[in-house]
C-alpha cells in the first residue's frame, strides 16, 4: 500500500541557498532508486515537504531527514495510507510560493507566516487535499 507523509522543518545556517539546489539534485536521484515521489515547498528557510512511497521506505527517508544537521525542528503532522500518487511524476518537485501565496492555497486569506499556516495544517488536515492541488497546479505553472 501506499503512504503519503507530510511534515515541516526549519533549514539551519548550513543550509545556504546553493546547498539546497545541490540536496534536491541528490535527493531526486536517491528518491527515484527508492520509488519515492513527492515535493518541497520551501518559504522563508521553513520547508513542507509531502512524500509518497512504500510506508517503510518513506519512513527510512524521514529518519534521516531528521539526523541530517541541515533541517531542525522536524515536525510529522500528517500521515495516511493512500490509493494513488498525487506527484507521481515528480521524484521530488520544488515550489517557492510565498507565504501569501501559501496562504491562499488553503484559504486563510491575510496569514502571513509560514508558521501560522502550518499550525493551521495541523489542526485542520482537512486543508491538505486543496494544499496539495494547488501545489501541482503551481508546478505545472512552471
Request: hydrophobic share 45%.
Amino acid at each position: 500500500m501506499l503512504y503519503r507523509l507530510v511534515y515541516s522543518s526549519a533549514a539551519t545556517p548550513e543550509l545556504a541557498e546553493g546547498e539546497l539546489e545541490k540536496l534536491l539534485a541528490r535527493a531526486r536521484v536517491r528518491n527515484e532508486a527508492r520509488g519515492i515521489t513527492g515535493v518541497l515547498v520551501s518559504v522563508d528557510d521553513l520547508f513542507l515537504q509531502i512524500l509518497e512511497g512504500e510506508k517503510q521506505v518513506v519512513l527510512g527517508l524521514v529518519e534521516r531527514i531528521e539526523r541530517d544537521p541541515r533541517h531542525c525542528r522536524l515536525k510529522v503532522f500528517h500521515e495516511e495510507e493512500i490509493a494513488e500518487r498525487a506527484f507521481s511524476s515528480w521524484s521530488m518537485a520544488l515550489v517557492k510560493p510565498s507565504a501569501e501565496q501559501m496562504s491562499a492555497w488553503v484559504k486563510l486569506e491575510g496569514t502571513t507566516t509560514i508558521g501560522d499556516i502550518l499550525s493551521s495544517l495541523e489542526t485542520k488536515p482537512d486543508r491538505l487535499p486543496e494544499l496539495i492541488v494547488n501545489i501541482l497546479n503551481a508546478i505545472a505553472d512552471h
